[in-house]
């Protein structure tokens, strides 16, 4: 029988867990705190929990726990990336941001992505796997963990399509943001995703108060599958019609993400076009300089034109920003750690 993946599970799962070991059902309050506020990495260190309860778990559970591989700290603004070892010999990273109002964590949600848009590293290999709701918390918890400080926002915008691992990303939201875990509140979480209409239709439905942040990248239907082939199935005024569902359902105002790459998509008329696209919806739009990565001959865009295609919007009424860029000196793009550590073991 397989082992069941306890971190995985919501309070009331394990209670039927713990019951089906011979157990009373408080002592799965006791569990979870183990592994949702004390962040517990094995069963030896619960030591509420009996000699005979923690054998019965150790031989029927496994306890998923992350392992940092490398941690990179940057010198100019102490943002970390971590590269972590899955149980399977996979890796995925995670980055610590740390803002005046609090520590952010950026998390990612497979290992690789399907979707292979055109500038990302994340999507270079392929897609190999989506990842769990325990590994996806375990990001979190163990950058709280070897931080020592408390972690405030989380960001789903690492390696992967959290969308299209979408059962997974909602249990994930419910159980970072559960009272007897880490309580995150879910106005502090943000899930960002390359436009799967349908799944941004049934997250609409969830109810949820997470931000929903679209990756939009391009002010037309023809740049946009340049860039992104997922626009090829999900047109951009059906992005965007779901996004103006999202917000009348949940109140919450959109983020859009638009990567400036060097003549492809940053000149004044996308400005404009981008501007017409977004009138109308409470929005909020960053303005990312694109990373650049080996494998693309994509350039970023020049400082000025970043700030005339600002100014543009800003003409428009539409709210903006510039990414602030973080840890500028501790490597590039999303996905890229991960990326050349798969490389060198591969030439190794
Ligand atoms: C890595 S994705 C993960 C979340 C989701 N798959 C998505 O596309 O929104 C997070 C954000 O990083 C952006 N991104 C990916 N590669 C980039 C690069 N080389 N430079 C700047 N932004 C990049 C994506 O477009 C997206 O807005
Ligand atoms: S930008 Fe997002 S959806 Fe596109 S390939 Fe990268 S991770 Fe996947």
């Known amino acids: 029988m397989e082992p069941t993946d306890i971190k995985s599970q919501s309070l009331e799962e394990l209670k039927k867990t713990v019951e089906a070991l011979g157990e009373k059902p408080f002592r799965a309050k006791q569990l979870y705190e183990w592994m949702h506020v004390k962040l517990a990495k094995s069963f030896e260190e619960m030591t509420n929990l009996s000699m005979t309860f923690r054998g019965k778990l150790k031989e029927s559970c496994i306890l998923t726990t992350l ?55 994340s999507t270079i290999g392929g897609w190999t796997r989506n990842l769990t709701p325990a590994e996806m918390l375990e990001q979190v918890y163990r950058i709280q963990e070897t931080s020592g400080e408390r972690v405030s926002n989380v960001v789903v915008m690492g390696t992967g399509e959290p969308l299209d691992n979408y059962d997974t990303l909602l249990r ?28 941004m239709e049934a997250l609409a439905d969830e109810k949820l108060q997470i931000t929903l942040a679209l990756s939009l ?19 951009i005024t059906q992005v965007l019609n779901a996004c103006r569902n999202y917000y009348e359902k949940t109140g919450r105002r959109i983020t859009f993400e638009y990567a400036l790459v060097g003549g492809e998509n940053d000149s004044q008329e996308d400005a404009r076009r981008l501007a017409q696209l977004l009138k109308g919806l409470n929005c909020h739009v960053n303005l990312i300089p694109v990373n650049p990565i080996k494998e693309r001959s994509y350039v970023r865009s020049d400082k000025k034109v970043i700030g005339n295609f600002q100014n543009k919007l800003e003409k428009y009424q539409i709210n903006v920003t510039i990414r602030r860029e973080m840890g500028r000196d501790i490597d590039g793009a ?9 490389d060198k073991k591969e030439d190794s």
């Open 67 to 121: 392992t940092a591989l490398d941690v990179q700290t940057s010198k100019i603004d102490g943002t970390q990336k971590y590269l972590f070892a899955l149980h399977d010999g996979n890796v995925v990273e995670s980055v610590l941001m740390r803002y005046k109002h609090g520590n952010s964590v950026c998390i990612s949600s497979q290992v690789g992505c399907k979707m292979g848009c055109r500038f990302c590293a």
């Open 217 to 235: 990248h391009a002010s037309s239907q023809e740049k946009r599958e340049a860039l992104m082939p997922i626009a090829k199935k999900y047109t």
């Open 172 to 199: 994930f939201i419910h159980m970072i943001s559960d009272e007897n875990g880490l309580h995150i509140s879910q106005r502090n979480i943000t899930v960002s995703t390359c436009g799967l209409v349908p799944k």
């Open 334 to 342: 999303c996905g890229q750690l991960r990326k050349s550590y798969i």
